[in-house]
């Protein structure tokens, strides 16, 4: 099993600009989830992809979008950056959806200026 | 739609004490059930989970953890901690089959260990 992995592992952007992040499954795995992890609180559910169909979303605006791509690695897009934007964002890959339990990437560090 | 508290901010144990961290989920059906670990710049690994069935799940590491339906409840537990078990720890719910949902997880619980 290769885990999760997940690009870049810090980033620091400006207010307004447009982030792409980047995950890399586990082996096997068929759906990707992607959360954000404010300071001191638990992750949040952005959206999941299955199949390379996004068919679950959190309450995340548009500017949050998503591909997954024939191997099951995925990007996370965000555009038009905001300060609150400004979070630890972990991809969470899985069989069939996260009954059998996600296997988390190590996350992205992102702080938005 | 459901929720997940985590009572304890912060838990201080000494090294080979026991230990039980507090979930509370709210929800009208049995949901799943998950305790996940966060070791500082790690992502979250599963512990255990909780579907149906015994009410009492062994995980990994030595952990276990007890589902009470009349409390709302799935408390993790651990007889004699270690020093490497400082992390954080958080619950998570789960209502749907496949999970299209996501999971709603719980702000977390950090666990120091005291030597």
């Known amino acids: 099993e290769t885990g999760v992995t997940q690009s870049p592992t810090h980033l620091i952007k400006t207010r307004g600009q447009q982030v792409t992040l980047r995950c890399s499954s586990q082996s096997g795995h068929n759906t990707v989830s992607w959360y954000q992890q404010a300071l001191g609180q638990g992750p949040q559910f952005i959206f999941q992809?299955?199949?390379?169909?996004?068919?679950g979303r959190g309450n995340f605006p548009p500017r949050f979008s998503g591909l997954q791509f024939p191997n099951y690695s995925s990007e996370l897009n965000v555009n038009a950056l905001e300060l609150d934007d400004s979070a630890l964002y972990l991809c969470a890959s899985s069989f069939e959806g996260w009954t059998p339990g996600y296997t988390f990437g190590s996350g992205t560090r992102l702080t938005v200026v | 739609a459901q929720s997940v508290t985590q009572p304890d901010i912060h838990i201080t144990v000494s090294e080979g004490a026991s230990l039980e961290l507090r979930c509370n989920y709210s929800?009208?059906?049995?949901?799943?059930l998950f305790w996940y670990v966060q070791s500082p710049g790690q992502g979250l690994q599963l512990l255990l989970k909780y579907f149906s069935g015994d009410t009492l799940v062994q995980g990994i590491k030595g952990f276990e953890a007890e589902f009470k339906r009349s409390q709302s409840s799935f408390n993790l537990r651990k007889p004699s901690v270690h020093w490497s078990d400082a992390a954080e720890y958080f619950c998570?719910?789960?209502?749907?089959?496949?999970?299209?949902?996501?999971?709603?997880f719980g702000k977390g619980t950090h666990l120091i260990i005291q030597p």
């Open positions: 998570a719910v789960g209502v749907s089959g496949g999970g299209a949902d996501g999971l709603t």
């Open positions: 929800y009208g059906a049995t949901p799943y």
């Open positions: 992809y299955y199949r390379e169909e996004e068919n």
